[in-house]
């Protein structure tokens, strides 16, 4: 039996009706056809899913950068927040509140973001899955945490796993402190890679002068209640482990700090402060010339800041007694140091010496990963094992031009994995401080980490794999610049080398721009104006 069917059509298509075409149709009843809605429209097409392990420079700057309306952005990273790192040795002395530099990583930029907290345990690759321990429950997420030597994580109540499922990985876990096994470190020093450890750094810093600031005693009835000048002037030695610019930068914070705040409300404690850097190198700021090094190291003479070079750290312990077990002092002892048994006292060690792989870098190099070699359709597909390589020295994994991590045969001994032909893992790409980009080594710096993602984010944008387009990665140094303390800085660059108060304005102009949020740019200046008239914040909580 024809029938009628009724379909909504563009006008003019035909010259019946401009909103109806009729059909004569004997293939099914009426009641059957007439019953089924028909549409042109078409479904919207499927996103590919891009997981971001780490919300660092690197990870960050690439969800930042990449396109919301092409990618479906997962980002898997044991703390919710983007940290400002340059800031953060402001932070740590009240200069600047600890809000100013964070970036919520749920407002990122285009919206659409999916965002899971906790720690990448594992990844398959062959089934392109993740396994995540979630930690959102756990207080200390802004904390440092080292792993021992071993290099696994210290134990801890698990938490719940779930397993997330990637088209295309992008692994910027980062890197760890470097402690080189000394003894000690771990348990009592202080790093300053997160918020959480500024916060700690600053609690620290204000308990000791409140500590100090009961009247001294040199009574032997004391009881043990009061502490002495000596005890005073250990506890209120700084020691900073490692000339770079993080813990250069942390000094000359905490001498401003000092002068300009606490000095006020403890006049009398000024005669036992001390602030010392210690460095294994022959000099510290290796990345700056001599001539600029030398300015530094003369600015910190005249602020009082000692910088002993060619020291070596063996070990860090509690002090003796209830100078130790009550008030937290510390014994550092110093191969180069000869009387006090080649120990020297302080209050608080803050410790920046480098950075070493984390440790699911490691845990991914052992893996062996099955890909297909080839598809034949008279033989089937051909699968290959296969592994990550990994670079000796740095413990990043080794990566392309285009920032693909690179593998090699898995039958292939560690050893004889740089002799060997080494192909890209598709889909997987490493930047930041956990890679290595194989013949053009370069700094885990900041500023590296955030080339390397806007690189990688383009090349995706452009809905191409990268490396079909033939451009390489090319990293273009916009120089080095460190805070001295005093209103003075220095700065190196292809292009010019300055010091004194023009790099510090050039310092705080160039980390003022760089900050993400529309809303830090704000604040930022206003709480440097705010800590300049009305004083550093010095309350504990």
């Known amino acids: 039996m024809p029938s009628s069917l009724t379909r909504s059509l563009p006008r003019g298509l035909t010259g019946s009706s401009p909103r109806q075409l009729s059909l004569s149709t004997s293939l099914a009843p009426t009641s ?13 097409p499927t996103k590919e899913k891009v997981i971001i392990l780490g919300s660092g420079w690197a990870g960050y700057s690439l969800a930042r950068t990449l396109s919301p309306t092409k990618y479906d952005r997962i980002i898997i990273s044991p703390r919710p927040y983007f940290v400002f790192t340059p800031l953060l040795a402001s932070t740590s002395v009240g200069t600047l509140e600890f809000r100013t530099i964070l970036e ?9 973001i999916h965002f899971y907290q906790g720690w990448a345990d594992d990844i398959d690759f062959s089934r392109k899955t993740i396994t995540v321990e979630t930690n959102a429950a756990e207080e200390a997420a802004s904390k440092t945490v080292v792993p021992p030597p071993g290099g696994q994580i210290p134990l801890r109540d698990k938490g719940e796993v779930i397993e997330v499922q990637y088209d295309k990985l992008i692994i910027a876990c980062g890197a760890y402190s470097q402690t080189f096994g000394i003894e000690g470190v771990r348990e009592h020093a202080h790093f300053l890679r997160d918020i959480g450890d500024a916060r700690r750094v600053r609690l620290r810093v204000l308990s000791l002068f409140e500590q100090c600031s009961y009247p001294s005693s040199s ?17 209120l030695h700084f020691a900073v482990v490692g000339g770079g610019p993080t813990g250069i930068e942390w000094a000359a914070e905490l001498h401003d700090f000092i002068r300009d705040d606490l000095g006020k409300m403890y006049p009398e404690l000024m005669r036992f402060v001390k602030i010392t850097v210690y460095d294994v190198a022959p000099k510290v700021l290796p990345m700056f010339d001599k001539a600029l090094a030398d300015y530094a190291m003369g600015h910190f003479a005249r602020q009082g800041i000692e910088v002993k ?3 070596h750290l063996e070990r860090i312990r509690l002090a003796d007694g209830k100078l130790g077990r009550r008030h937290g002092a510390v014994r550092i002892k110093i191969r180069e140091v000869e009387e006090n048994g080649g120990e020297v006292g302080a209050g608080m060690v803050v410790w920046s010496t480098g950075l070493m792989a984390n440790p699911l870098i490691a845990k991914l190099a052992e893996k062996e990963v099955v890909v297909s070699k080839s598809k034949n359709p008279m033989t089937g597909e051909v699968l290959e094992r296969r592994r990550l390589v990994r670079d000796k020295r740095s413990g990043g994994l080794v990566v392309d031009g285009y920032m693909r991590a690179l593998s090699v045969d898995a039958d292939t001994k560690p050893e004889e994995g740089n002799e060997l032909e ?16 194989e013949n053009d080594p370069l700094p885990k710096t900041a500023q590296v980490a955030a080339q390397e993602a806007q690189y990688l984010a383009k090349e995706l944008n452009k809905g191409i794999s990268p490396g079909q387009d033939g451009k390489e990665f090319k990293f ?19 292009a010019d080398e300055l010091k004194g108060w023009v790099a510090w304005v050039l310092w705080r102009g160039a980390y003022l721009t760089k ?3 529309w809303r830090n740019k704000l604040l930022v200046p206003i709480y440097w104006v705010i800590s300049w008239i009305f004083g550093r914040g010095i309350s504990r909580f």
């Open 476 to 494: 273009r140094n916009w120089g080095t610049m460190t805070y001295l303390g005093g209103w003075k800085a220095i700065h190196q660059s292809k």
């Open 104 to 112: 919520p990583v749920r407002r990122l930029p285009g919206g659409n």
């Open 309 to 311: 070079t060619e020291h």
């Open 219 to 235: 009574s032997p009835n004391s009881n043990g209640h009061v502490l002495t000048d000596d005890d005073k002037r250990a506890l």
């Open 515 to 517: 900050a993400m949020s």
């Open 422 to 437: 080494k192909k890209p893992l598709d889909g997987v790409y490493v930047i930041g401080d956990c890679s290595f980009i």
């Open 32 to 44: 059957l056809v007439s019953s089924r809605n028909f549409s042109f429209k078409k479904d919207p």
